[in-house]
Structures are given as C-alpha cells and as structure tokens.
C-alpha cells in the first residue's frame, strides 16, 4: 500500500487573524509548527475575496516551507496568474462562490472544459502537479483525466457529514479505484476528523489527506491549559514588580 501523507490546511488560523486584522497568530508560524510536527506538506486556499489567507501568506510560505505548498485556488485568470508567479509544488483547483461559509461540494469538471484544460496544461507545463476537487463521482473522475490533470482530490463531504454512512464511503472507495485505474494520484479531505478518518485512510488508493479545521480547532482545545498557565505566570510576575 502507499503510504498516506498529512497535508494541513492552515486557513483557519489566517481566519482567527483576520478577526483582529492583525499579525496573529501567522499561518507561517502555525505551518512551520506542523512541519516540525510532522506534516507532509501545508495547504492554503487564497480565496477571491481574501477572506483568511492573504497574498503576502502565499509568498512567505512558497520561501519559508520544508515541505511543499499545495495551493488551493478556483480556476480563474487571476489565480492562474498568481500560481504562475508563486510556483507552489501542487495546485488544487476548487470551486468557489462568495457566500459560502466553506467550499461547498466539488467542482463540476464537466463544465467549461475549455478554460479548465487550458488552466491545467498552463500549470503543469511549470511542473506544478494539479489536482482537481472533485465529489466522489464516476463521471467527475473520467472527466479530470480526460482535462489531463495530474490528481484528484475526493471531497469526503458526504461521507463526514453523514455520520461516516456506508453508501458515501462506498463512494469514496469506488472513485478512488477508479482514478487510480485512470493514473491519477488520488488525495481526499473536507470534514476529516480523527473520529472519521479512519475508513478514508483504510482506502488503498488514497494517499494524500488534506485536513484542516478539526485539527486548528483541536489545537485550541490542546493549547488552552499551556496559555492559562503563561497568562496567569505573566499577571503574577507584573503584580510582584508592581509591590516592590
Ligand atoms: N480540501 C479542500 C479542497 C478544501 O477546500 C478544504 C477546506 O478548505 C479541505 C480539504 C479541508 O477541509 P477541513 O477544513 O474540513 O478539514
């Protein structure tokens, strides 16, 4: 079997920047500690509307990373122009619409092929390996091989927030047999958390996860006790000079 690497999407914690429209906490900071942690390698979406991730993100981690950058993008001249300049290892191409709250489903790989093919050779010409975000879906599979993309990445929507039902997995492993029947590097992830991952991992096929949010909000949780301890360290020590 392949072995199967951990890709960590950092976005969640550019989102809890942008809340303050401050420096912190830095995605670079947060990529840098999942390497030393283990991670294969860091994905960032820079969405259109700059919503987490923000240009200046993308280019500090293109020179600041040990492990590649798979950038996650939608399929449009803009982003294709800044892939260009970046040069991340992956591209993932997603679908995006203003108003959601997250990627929401795949993308449909049947439409506006034209510009899809066009995108995709552009990039690989560069060596950069491309990746489609596609739902588990046979006809969406065939389709991104046809486009000569390089990887698909499943979307595990379905099957996380169904409660990890049989039919969604049974999905998952039927497409993932198929692209790699195809040649295409199969990756999965969305909604991945270490509760559900566990039948994804088991997919022979797959070997590339990208998580992201179960693990940033995780870390909250796992951080929480060392910053009460260095804040309540932090008033003491102020309060003790304060005496003096
Ligand atoms: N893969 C893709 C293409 C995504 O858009 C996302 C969400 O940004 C993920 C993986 C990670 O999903 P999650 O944050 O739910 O782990």
Do not use: W
Request: glycine fraction near 8%; aromatic fraction near 2%; charged fraction near 25%.
């Amino acid at each position: 079997m392949k072995p199967l690497r951990l890709y960590v999407n950092i976005d969640h914690v550019a989102t809890l920047r942008q809340a303050r429209r401050g420096d912190e906490p830095d995605p670079v900071v947060a990529a840098r500690l999942c390497e030393d942690a283990g991670a294969d390698g860091i994905t960032a979406h820079l969405r259109e509307d700059r919503r987490h991730v923000q240009d200046h993100d993308i280019d500090r981690l293109r020179s600041s990373l040990r492990t590649p950058l798979n950038l996650e993008m939608a399929c449009t001249d803009e982003m294709v122009a800044i892939a260009l300049r970046v040069n991340p290892h992956h591209v993932t191409l997603v679908p995006e619409r203003r108003e959601e709250v997250t990627t929401e489903g795949g993308l449909d790989v049947t439409r506006d092929q034209p510009r899809l093919r066009a995108a995709i050779a552009r990039l690989q010409a560069t060596g950069i390996v491309v990746s489609l975000f596609i739902d588990p879906d046979a006809t969406m599979v065939t389709a991104s091989a046809e486009l000569g993309a390089r990887a698909i990445e499943l979307h595990t929507g379905t099957y996380c927030h169904g409660g990890g039902d049989s039919t969604a997995l049974r999905a998952l492993q039927d497409a993932a047999s198929l692209g790699a029947r195809l040649g295409l590097a199969v990756h999965a992830g969305h909604g991945l958390t270490t509760r559900n991952v566990g039948p994804v991992a088991a997919i022979p096929e797959v070997e590339e996860l990208n998580i992201g949010h179960s693990i940033v909000s995780n870390a909250v949780y796992v951080g929480l006790p060392t910053i009460m301890r260095d804040m309540r360290q932090a008033m003491h020590d102020g309060r003790s000079r304060g005496a003096r």
